[in-house]
């Protein structure tokens, strides 16, 4: 076989198994463990089966010029599915981006399959080491943690626009505290007119509130 056909044969094979793929989520940057890693990934918006298995992220390779600008916002990247081989990390996918550009997280895939930990309840901060939670699931419902009692119900989201409700709730009894915490999240989460997605960050707006509701991803 002479030089040149051997050179195209590798190619093809090198090439071969590689696969285009285009995914939405939040850029992050990440430790490089060992100097093996990119130092970059995007948190997905959610779940996805790349390579085999379902994943939540994916490291990603680029230009870190064009990336540092869009670091913890919401993109849109397309590529192509590679693998990387360290000593550390194994053998692992990484997308190596050929395109990758900025897009609205007002949507409803941003939010389907998350999870939240309140922080903030309209200004009014929350309970010290007790968490109040609400997921979107991918069933369309929401569910998550009042402060004392779980809690489930029916959403409907367009654009930026959130309605939820309405919630049923279990019945547990806690402290006057806790329950009092839980009537106004409950209360402010039926009343959701709107939301805002900053990256790991959650704002909901609700009616009759002058302050929204604060989430950090879960």
Known sequence: MGKLAFLLLAMCVAGFGQENITVTGTLHRVMAIGGESTGWSIQLDSPS?????????????????????LNDQHVRATGTLTHRQGVETGTRPV?????????????????????????????????????????????????????????TGSTEISGNTLKMGPLASTRMMCPEALMNQETKYLKALESAQRFERQGSTLLIYSQDLEKPLKFTAK
């Not at 089966?49 to 994916?58: A, L, N, V």
């Not at 903030?120 to 968490?131: H, M, R, T, W």
């Open 49 to 69: 089966t790349i390579d085999g298995h379902e994943r939540e992220s994916i490291e990603v390779a680029f230009d870190n010029a064009k990336l540092t600008p």
């Open 95 to 151: 997308l190596k981006i050929a395109s990758i550009e900025k897009v609205d997280g007002s949507h409803t895939e941003t939010l389907r399959g998350t999870a939240w930990i309140l922080e903030d309840l309209a200004g009014s901060g929350v309970i010290d080491n007790v968490q109040a939670t609400l997921e979107f699931r991918k069933d369309g419902k929401v569910s998550g943690r009042g402060s004392c009692n779980r809690f």
